[in-house]
């Protein structure tokens, strides 16, 4: 697999070091000792069946086939290749501990429209991200691709992220990957028949962090974990990557109210000490008059649990952000 990488990054002129290893075995993800998590995520192309069905012959399908796998190897290589530059460039220094060769991620599948990898899990939302952007963008006709058909050259797509403990059975981890990935694809679906017209596809994620043993399918996790105690849902994804969709649920938001969150707990005094956000945790499970009485507590001790902006931030902020999204559960 690292020699077809290697390909690709000459095929599309990326000067990146070629001389690096994926990790064979889970604990060399990279993740360190006060934060020994990973993820399994897993990303699925969205209608792809759909597409097919345009063609009119069996060498058409072929030909379509390809090039999907032709565009989601050039995807997944340019996320490696800002992997590899960031690893170089001291990146993960202070986020992450691996050692020589080894890069924070381990692709296991890379098929047409499915991908499968294994990353730290505070690195998890981020590589996502990155990868997904990818896919979504319109590769140009004389890239080195060679992507003839429009149906190639721009992916939409759907993806499940399973944060796990470095021992979790593997096999658990996966299913729940791909119920995470059916849970967003469900979200798009949702979209489409809210929105009256929408021009092109939309990609949506969804994710799940686990502690220990807890209930094997997705359903049970959120009855036991997001459930409030009047029966209130309080999960609120899936959350939207690229595409037209509901603003509330872009992933940028989440990603923007985390910063801040983690902005607040740095001040001097904190905006919102992280015994008091992992108290409003609770409060939210028991219900809107509880939580009502904890704001107004706040208040009187002159702390306020702030309204998040939202808005777009840089790049360079989110490896910070995704650096600490697990670490504040």
């Known amino acids: 697999m690292r020699a077809r990488f ?6 599309k002129k990326f000067d990146v070091q070629k001389d690096f290893e994926f990790p ?37 399908r072929r030909k379509l086939s390809r090039e999907i796998r032709r565009k989601t190897e050039g995807a997944f ?10 690893k170089t460039a001291g990146g993960f220094e202070n986020a992450l501990d691996f050692k020589g060769k080894f890069l924070p ?18 690195m998890a939302i981020l590589f996502t991200k990155t990868l997904m952007e990818n896919l979504d963008a319109d ?41 995470l990935c059916d849970s967003a694809k469900k979200s798009m679906r949702e979209q489409i028949l809210s929105t009256e017209k929408i021009s092109r596809g939309s990609s949506w ?10 209930p094997p399918t997705l359903e049970q996790i959120r009855s036991t974990q997001y459930r409030g105690a009047r029966g ?19 992933l940028d938001n989440l ?21 008091k956000i992992k108290e409003l945790r609770g409060v939210l499970q028991r219900g809107e008059d509880d939580a009502q009485k904890f704001l107004r507590q706040l208040k009187k001790k002159d702390k306020t649990c702030r309204r998040f902006r939202i808005g777009k931030f840089s790049g360079k902020n989110l490896g910070t952000i995704q650096r600490r999204l697990t670490s504040t559960q």
């Open 105 to 122: 991620i381990r692709p296991l599948i890379i098929g047409g429209d499915d991908v499968t990898f294994l990353c730290p899990a505070n």
């Open 205 to 214: 994620l969804d994710f799940a962090i686990l502690h220990g043993e807890q």
């Open 255 to 275: 990603l923007s109210c985390t910063k801040q969150f983690l902005e607040g707990k740095k001040k001097n005094p904190p905006t919102m000490a992280n015994n």
């Open 24 to 60: 064979f075995e889970v604990e060399k993800l990279g993740q360190t000792e006060d934060n020994n998590y990973f993820a399994i995520v897993h990303i699925d192309g969205n209608n792809i069946g759909v597409k097919f069905r345009t063609c009119q012959s069996l060498s058409e």
């Open 77 to 86: 290589a340019e996320l490696l290749a800002k992997i590899i530059n960031m």
């Open 139 to 179: 590769t140009p006709e004389d890239a080195p691709e060679h992507l003839t058909e429009k149906f190639s050259r721009h992916m939409d797509a759907c993806a499940g992220i399973a944060i796990l403990p470095t021992k979790y059975p593997f096999f658990r981890g996966y299913k729940l990957a791909e119920q």
């Open 6 to 11: 290697n390909q690709i990054f000459a095929l």
């Open 232 to 250: 209130k849902n309080l999960h609120f994804g899936a959350y939207l990557v690229c595409g037209e969709g509901d603003s509330a649920h872009k």
